[in-house]
């Protein structure tokens, strides 16, 4: 019985989990993959860090070398970012080792060419803990619903931004006061712009779309806002109106069966929608399909052990695969579906207007709504000690009809400020 022999790159939150596991269950793992498996090299950048329960005769610093060993059984990537992950994990398929990789940035940018290496060279590419951490979630995608027809992917797939705005609708508290607390718990990056400008959530919800629609989805064609923007006044509207604002993102498959559209933005769902009681930096996915209906994944989103156990699972069914001398489903991009722009997407928005306090302003602003195609479901007039609002709920119009009659609303002469635009899912 052959030793199988694994590499690791990098060795953080998420790396330092993956070797610890790999050491603390290595007799169940030897018996779930039907042969040993031995840890044989973690490259870092800096080797004089403290990483307690990490062998340090394993430690180095020589990436390049490590993935070109030859004799590597299955590489892990938990570097992050697109380089120099891309070029060792292009080496490492090249030398002959299958990839398990929690880089959704990567994926998302390259998966269509580190695809077609790993086909090439007959090995396996698996990245399970690149969407949803613990979450099992791109393996039912990509096989128990290969037979069903994905219509529709709609959650919350960034722990961060789900944190910020849990607190901002349970305290009350502005946007900077809870990213601070987050911070400060260990949620936020020092530097969080990927996850609160909604890039993070973008790379996930272009891998979801690629395989829920079997048709190929880079993160610059995914439309992308986050939540800096968002106010306490939101929140407010939001629970006034019997709603909570969620960062979604959402994959879709037009009605013309040819065309899909991924976004990801900050958005009014009910709170009797499930995906309104996901709290705390917790992550949810609905999947909807023909066949299967609506199926929800729940879980946590993030973090070192959560991360490393879809890490392991990949790993296990690579080491199966090595044994058995074949490999598991690779890419299925056999569609070629165009990717419909924001500007074309149908939703609804809530506006908050900030108008004068005197006759005819209501009818003015009905008569640009009307004027763009764009019908009203719901208006309130609040008057109070800062002035007079006007709270609109439209219903379901384009994306471009919708952002051009705000921007004519802005342009009357008694509206003083349109505070925000915030698109409502309903569904």
Do not use: W
């Not at 690149?130 to 039912?140: E, Q």
């Not at 609002?389 to 379901?396: I, Y």
């Not at 051009?404 to 409502?424: D, I, W, Y």
Request: aromatic share 4%; charged share 20%; glycine share 10%.
């Amino acid at each position: 019985m052959r030793t199988l022999k694994v590499a690791l790159l990098g060795c953080g939150v998420v790396g330092t989990e993956v070797a610890r596991h790999l050491a603390l269950h290595q007799d169940d793992l030897t018996a779930r993959i039907g042969a040993p498996v031995e840890l044989v090299g973690i490259a870092v950048r800096r080797a004089d860090r403290l990483r307690p329960g990490v062998p340090e005769e394993l430690v180095g610093t020589d990436a390049a070398a490590l993935v070109a060993r030859g004799d590597i059984d299955v590489v892990v990537e938990a570097i992050g970012g697109i380089e120099p992950a891309g070029e060792l994990i292009r080496s490492a398929i090249a030398h002959g080792a299958s990839v398990v990789s929690a880089n959704k940035a990567l994926i998302a940018a390259q998966g269509g060419e580190l695809h077609r290496a790993a086909r090439e060279a007959g090995t396996d590419l698996f990245y399970e803990a690149a969407v949803g951490g613990a979450i099992p979630l791109l393996r039912p995608l990509r096989e128990s619903l290969a037979g069903d027809r994905v219509t529709r992917v709609l959650g919350i797939v960034n722990g961060t931004t789900n944190f910020i705005l849990d607190k901002m609708d349970s305290t009350g508290e502005e946007y900077e006061v809870a990213l601070k607390e987050a911070t400060a718990l260990g949620y936020a990056e020092a530097d969080p712009t990927a996850d609160v400008e909604g890039h993070d959530a973008a790379a996930k919800a272009a891998i979801l779309a690629g395989l829920a629609f079997n048709t190929r989805v880079t993160a610059d064609q995914v439309f992308v806002q986050g939540i800096t923007g968002v106010t306490a006044a939101d929140m407010a509207s939001a629970r006034a109106m019997g709603s909570v604002v969620k960062l979604l993102a959402i994959c879709e498959r037009g009605a013309d069966g040819e065309s899909v559209t991924v976004r990801v933005h900050p958005a009014m769902i009910p709170l009797d929608h499930p995906l309104a009681s996901v709290r705390g930096a917790y992550n949810a996915v609905f999947v909807e399909a023909d066949a299967a209906g609506r199926l929800m994944f729940y879980g946590p989103g993030a973090g070192g052990a959560p991360t490393a156990s879809s890490v392991l699972g990949d790993l296990v069914t690579a080491c199966r695969n090595r044994l058995a001398g074949t490999t598991g489903p690779g890419e299925t991009v056999y569609r070629q579906l165009d990717v419909r722009p924001m500007s074309e997407v149908v939703t609804s928005c809530h506006l908050d207007l900030d108008v004068e306090d005197e006759p005819g302003v209501l009818a003015a602003v009905a008569t640009v709504f009307a004027e763009h195609g764009v019908s009203v479901d719901t208006l309130r007039q609040h008057h109070g000690p800062a002035g007079t609002s006007l709270v609109v709920v439209t219903h379901r119009a384009t994306d471009a009809a919708l952002a051009a009659t705000v921007e004519a609303v802005a342009g009357l002469s008694r509206v003083r400020a349109v505070n925000s635009m915030m698109r409502v899912e309903s569904r």
